[in-house]
């Protein structure tokens, strides 16, 4: 058991999700419970907050106020895009000594477990005694390792419940819709949109992942086809889809790119793909009813749509972060596991070099021949995640009357 | 008390609520229990099934099931955009009189309403005696004599709990974002985002309904102000803004123009105004982190967000409808009153003339002075139809460390 004293940090980076709190919260209360832990410090605002030296003290906290925070999304303590470099950890590690910080855990996705990383070798060549442990959190599931990441199975039970809804609204006045979700390089939450099947003719009918190249031929063929089968077509769409040459279907579109502070090309925040692809369907297939929606911040922050599943997995993750910490006295990055075959978690401590950086793509099994689709195996993959009391369609099944005039 | 014996026939028409089935399946409980009624009826596709002679017979659905598809959100029966003109009413009472229909009922908005109107202004002139009334139903509130219409409530809900996680997301990545929300002329449903405010610095500060002309140079001054004072900015904006000219302002920016059956011009289904006017702040304001999200199908559809109490309210203009029919033997529009202080409901049947083909606007006295925002008096009205429930967000009120390095 490690009986180094010191302060506990927490801090929050990237996207939020519905559940990130959680995580945050099983951390403070499992770290307040140990008497080596003299304060537990909530960072405002991401590895930011570090350097400004912006902290709260999380011991003075209600445990009520604690709970109610855990069961509200996006990032209690602010979050920020930063992605420090060297020098940028060496400020923060400044700080932490500073401060006695000698548990630091941020909550993050594959960014932020690289900067855990740099901030542990930093400590390692100061001789500064410091326990650095990534927890995972990304509503894109894209970490390496981990059999899914706490944050995805709640924006994926948003996003099945969206095309649930738009099944029902796209049958009612038939057309085409598109609806375009987040995920720059993986593909997991736009094939969760096919989570919304019951019905046979359910869709999605088309789903695009950015793990295949995008071919606009292709594409109108597809929706040719389904459209010509059903009088309407339903596609998911992911922002990051590119071409075969990897470039974005969307600077197809927009002339000047927006970049983020990572070098990545803005993708979420406006409907433009959406649009492009409209309008590629109007032009190519003469359907004039084409409509699309982009799901933009609704899919990780709307209010009353979590998977419980998710939740306690976030809770889980944070409180096993302290106790790898405390018992075992090692760093690394949590990781979930699923060992059973029907449903069941594990949690391990990896690493941080097997996470870092990298990104998880959807697995070839989890993607149909065509390209556009799903596979059972990610159906089976995915379901558990969504949580328990997921709403369900019905339709009438009332027969039809025979006709009189139009016999 | 109506003796006519015969048959009822019930449709749905214009863009799908969340409990629209609700107010279906209120008719056809209800019509199921009067021995008068040899069958119940329901119009596949609406208007356009009662022309093409598709009807389904609902006295032979379980009860089970039909409070399965009350449950469900979207026209169960399908719906149409057709608007019938003298002709296509015709057509309809033609097939209406070989079926027998003597109850017809029409779950729709102020264009449905005026396809009932002229329906029963040709039973009358062909002496067939037929009770055609009018069910109101709409996510717009736009109908004329109601306090507020089905639909209404449970797309206003998700709504204010999209612009609860908005504002928590907005608030941990900071930046200008716009919500651009349904509503072509009336803008309850864009000031229904204000209900999502809690802590005083909560968004939506700006909110802009089509009631008031747009003018960007105010705009940009709103935006400006508060983006000045908070370091973020959360604006609502309803589709169908239009400046002092009347003009859209979606058409400033598309240079051909897509009008539906009614000769409507397209504001849904794409993307294109929220991105314009994060251009016009990018530009006017040189703000970077600017997003927009238009909210499409999801709020109109969106399974697994409704109001209690407007699934109760259509439920009951559905079985009031009925009942005014068979006790009262009379047509109209059925219409919900609000007769207490608190809140409480009434059903009332006024002349479809006073309903059909009109729009309610929101009244003066729900908009600020500035035309940026609402009052008191509309959280006061808007807020008992969110129904029980509503999801609260909370925030962390540890105090601040005082710094050591940064003195």
Redesign the interface.
């Known amino acids: 058991m490690s009986r180094l004293e010191g302060k506990v940090l927490v801090a ?1 980076g990237g ?2 999700t519905h559940v990130i709190n959680q995580s945050v919260v099983g951390v403070a209360l499992e770290a307040r419970k140990f008497t080596q832990v003299t304060a537990v ?2 960072a405002v605002h991401g590895v930011r907050g570090i350097v ?7 011991t ?3 445990t009520h ?2 709970e ?2 855990a ?11 930063d992605k420090p470099d060297e020098e940028y950890c060496a400020r923060m590690f ?2 932490m000594q ?2 006695d910080i000698r548990y630091f855990f941020y909550v993050g996705g594959n960014d932020s477990s690289d900067t855990v990383r740099i901030v542990n070798e930093q400590a390692k060549e100061a001789n500064y005694e410091l326990r650095a442990i990534h927890i995972p959190k990304t509503i894109d599931n894209d970490l390496m390792e981990n059999d899914h990441c706490p944050g995805f199975g709640s924006a994926a039970r948003y996003v099945a ?2 095309f ?3 099944n ?6 038939k057309g085409v ?1 598109i609806g375009v979700i987040m995920g720059r390089h993986a593909g997991f939450l736009t094939a969760a949109s096919a989570l919304a099947r019951k019905y046979v003719d359910d869709g999605p009918h088309l789903v695009y992942v950015p793990e295949r190249a995008f071919d606009t031929e292709k594409f109108l063929a597809d929706v040719d086809r389904i459209y010509s089968k059903h009088g309407l077509c339903t596609i998911a769409v992911s922002e990051g889809i590119s071409d075969k040459d990897h470039t974005p279907m969307i600077t197809k579109l927009m002339g000047v790119e ?1 970049r983020d502070a990572h070098g990545n090309v803005q993708l ?5 793909l ?2 492009l692809l ?1 309008q590629t369907i109007k032009d190519g297939l003469s359907i ?1 009813r ?9 899919q ?6 979590r998977s419980d599943r998710d939740a306690n997995e976030a809770r889980e993750v944070g409180e096993k972060a302290v106790q790898f910490a405390m018992w075992d006295n090692v760093d690394g990055s949590v990781v979930i596991r699923r060992p059973v075959l029907d449903y069941g978690v594990d949690y391990e401590l990896v690493p941080i070099s097997l996470v870092a950086g990298k990104t998880r793509h959807m697995p070839d099994e989890f993607i149909n021949a065509e390209g556009n689709g799903v596979t059972r195996d990610f159906h089976a993959y995915c379901r558990p995640l969504l949580g328990s009391g997921l ?1 369900e ?9 025979p ?4 016999k």
Chains 1, 2 share one sequence.
């Open positions: 929050q996207g939020p410090y909530g400004d030296e912006n902290f709260v003290d999380l003075r906290e209600t106020n604690l109610q925070v069961d509200t999304p996006s990032s209690g303590l602010l979050s920020t895009r400044k700080v500073a401060h419940q969206a649930m809804g738009v029902l609204d796209n049958r009612a006045l819709y927006e979420s925040g406006t409907g433009a959406g649009d409209s004039k084409v409509r699309s929606d982009t799901y933009g911040y609704l990780r922050a709307f209010i009353g749509c709403p369609p019905h339709r009438l099944r009332a027969p039809m009357v006709k009189i005039l139009h």
